[in-house]
C-alpha cells in the first residue's frame, strides 16, 4: 500500500475502492448484505471465520459481540461498482487491517459464488485524509448521495431540479447509512459509532436539514 501519509490513531479517513477494470463488484442483493455484514464482523481485532455465522439470522448477526474494534465507522455507502467509507483510525495499523480483512473476505465470497478468480479490487484502497471540518461534514453529504448516480449519472444537476425525486430514490436504497442518519431503525445500526465523530447532527433532523441545504446551496464540487 503506496501512500504519501501513514494513518494516525484519533483521524478522519475517507476509504474507497473500485471493481478492478471498474467491473461491478455488487450483482445481487446476496453480495450488498455480505459486504455490509463484512464491515461490521470484521471489525474485530479477533480473526473470524465467516462459517462461524452461517444460519443466523440478521439480528443475531449485528448483535454478534465482538473484541475490541479496529475503527470507527461514521459512513458508508455501496454502489454496483465501489464503496466509499468514513473511517477513524482506533489503533495502530487499525484501518489497514479493516479493510484487508473486508476485501480479503469479500473477494473469497465473490470469486466462490460467480466462479472466477484472481484480483476484484482495483488494487490497494484509496484513501484521503480529512484534515478539516468542511471537508468532513461534506462527506457525510457525498457519500450518502452518491447513489442518485444510478438514475441520473449528472446527478447534482437532478437533486437541485427534482429535489423530491432524489429523497425517495434514497429512503428506498438500502446500501447506505443515509437511512441510520435520518432515525430509522434497523439491523445495520449496529456498524456506526456516530459518538466517534463530530457532533454535526445531533438531532435526525439537523441531518434531514443538512442534506437539503446541501442539495439547494452547495456548488458543484467533486471529491
Request: net charge neutral; charged share 25%.
Amino acid at each position: 500500500m503506496t501512500r504519501n501519509y501513514d494513518f494516525s490513531i484519533n483521524e478522519f479517513y475517507h476509504v474507497y475502492n473500485r471493481g478492478v477494470d471498474k467491473r461491478k463488484i455488487f450483482i445481487k442483493k446476496a453480495d450488498y448484505d455480505r459486504f455490509i455484514f463484512l464491515l461490521y464482523i470484521c471489525n474485530n481485532t479477533k480473526p473470524i471465520n465467516i462459517r462461524d455465522y452461517r444460519g443466523l439470522t440478521s439480528v443475531e448477526k449485528f448483535n454478534l459481540e465482538k473484541e475490541d474494534t479496529l475503527v470507527d465507522i461514521g459512513a458508508y455507502c455501496l454502489m454496483p461498482n465501489h464503496f466509499h467509507l468514513l473511517l477513524k483510525e482506533k489503533v495502530e495499523g487499525g484501518i489497514s487491517l479493516f479493510m484487508q480483512k473486508v476485501t480479503t473476505g469479500y473477494t473469497m465470497y465473490f470469486n466462490t459464488v460467480y466462479k472466477r478468480s484472481g484480483s476484484l479490487f482495483q488494487g490497494s484502497f484509496k484513501a484521503r485524509h480529512a484534515t478539516q471540518d468542511q471537508y468532513l461534514e461534506y462527506l457525510y453529504a457525498y457519500i450518502h448521495l452518491n447513489p442518485i448516480k444510478l438514475i441520473e449519472p449528472e446527478w447534482k444537476e437532478i437533486i437541485k431540479k427534482n429535489n423530491e425525486k432524489a429523497k425517495i430514490f434514497l429512503l428506498s436504497y438500502a446500501y447506505s447509512s443515509y437511512l441510520d442518519f435520518i432515525g430509522i431503525s434497523r439491523v445495520e445500526n449496529n456498524i456506526l459509532n456516530q459518538e466517534a465523530f463530530p457532533d454535526y447532527f445531533q438531532e435526525k433532523s439537523s441531518f434531514s436539514g443538512f442534506i437539503e441545504s446541501w442539495i439547494k446551496n452547495r456548488e458543484d464540487t467533486e471529491v
